[in-house]
């Protein structure tokens, strides 16, 4: 038996990277048996399961937890440790997780230099250089609550998160789903009517097509919606993207691409420590995604809580 103090839990999404998870992991197993590393494994059978293992893995003793497979593996597993730390009193600070990136989306790894590659994330997280990462809370209607790693948002990006989930659970995975799904949720979603307010401080008012908010940068297979985002920074990023012209979305689009969001003019951008989205008619309870996930429906909070995660980085960072 593993001494939970001292050992890796690894959970690992069979279904990640279409399918291919465990043909990369496999290799990856050998290595750590090779290097004498401790570990554990533990595959997922089902949607929230990473959840219910991290869970599980903290209430055993275990610190080490690093999620195998893409962004809604890191989630689920980041989720888990965060609420078992909420019902019990503990620190998210004694915990150190990671992700060997074996998955269709794998952007919360970009803001942390981790490469994408299974065996060169596996040779980072021996080296253990960590990074305190800022927890992130968010509420949602009906008292829905959930933990936010990377980027998240509502109008367009939770459309866009929506049909892009729906394409991957009917077995397509290619980077061109992103940028298709985009294109559709232009032209076929309507503005929102909602305020928001940062800090106490209404900074928006009226029709907006998206609000995007971030402890990362990347999202969408490499999208920047929030560029300046920093996950240890105590702060979170958001834009706001008003009621434009079609044409003008066009044109201004390809900024998503090149990290210029915050320079567009039509934009409205800023950090705080706390983030309320408020529909103004009941046309507008919109959905709400974090890290690709959709969680639930407007009204939204959002907190800094103040308490950190150590988190495996890159060299550089």
């Known amino acids: 038996m593993s001494d939970p103090k001292n050992s890796c839990y690894f959970i690992v999404n069979p279904r990640a990277g279409s399918g291919k998870t465990m043909r990369k992991w496999l290799p990856a197993e050998k290595k750590l048996e090779r290097d004498g590393i401790p570990f554990v494994t533990a595959l997922t059978d089902h949607k929230r399961h990473a959840t219910q293992l991290a869970i599980k893995a903290a209430r055993k003793g275990y610190r080490k937890i690093i999620a195998v497979g893409g962004d809604g593996s890191l989630h689920e597993t980041f989720n888990g440790i965060c609420r078992w730390c909420e019902e019990n009193g503990a620190s ?32 980072l997280l021996g080296k253990g250089d960590t990074l305190q990462m800022d927890i992130i809370e968010a509420r949602c ?24 989930n729906a394409e991957k659970e009917s077995g397509r995975r290619s980077k061109l789903i992103y940028l298709n799904a985009l294109v ?15 800090d106490g401080k209404t900074v928006f008012s009226g029709k907006c097509y998206s609000i995007g908010f971030g ?15 920093c996950p240890d920074d105590g702060l979170l990023d958001y834009l706001i993207i008003p009621k434009l012209p079609v044409t003008t979305l066009a044109i201004q689009a390809r ?6 969001m915050d320079k567009c003019p039509y934009t409205i951008t800023g950090r705080c420590k706390c983030l309320q989205v ?6 507008s309870t919109d959905i709400v995604e974090l890290d690709g996930e959709i969680i639930g429906r407007l009204p939204l909070s959002l907190e800094v809580t103040g308490e950190k995660i150590n988190v495996i980085r890159g060299p550089g960072l």
């Open 92 to 123: 998210p600070a004694d915990f150190c997780l990671s992700v060997i990136p074996i998955g269709s989306g794998n952007d919360w790894i970009k803001s942390l230099g981790i490469p994408c590659d299974a065996m060169k994330a596996l040779e």
């Open 141 to 164: 209607a009906d008292d829905k609550r959930a933990y936010m790693a990377n980027v998240g948002g509502v109008g367009f990006d939770s459309h866009i998160c929506r049909r892009v």
């Open 184 to 198: 559709h949720t232009v032209f076929n979603t309507s503005a929102l009517d909602v305020a928001v307010v940062a």
């Open 215 to 229: 402890n990362g940068k990347y999202s969408g297979s490499g999208m920047r919606q929030v560029p300046l985002a």
């Open 255 to 260: 900024r998503l691409f090149t990290g210029t």
């Open 278 to 283: 408020v529909p103004l008619s009941m046309n």
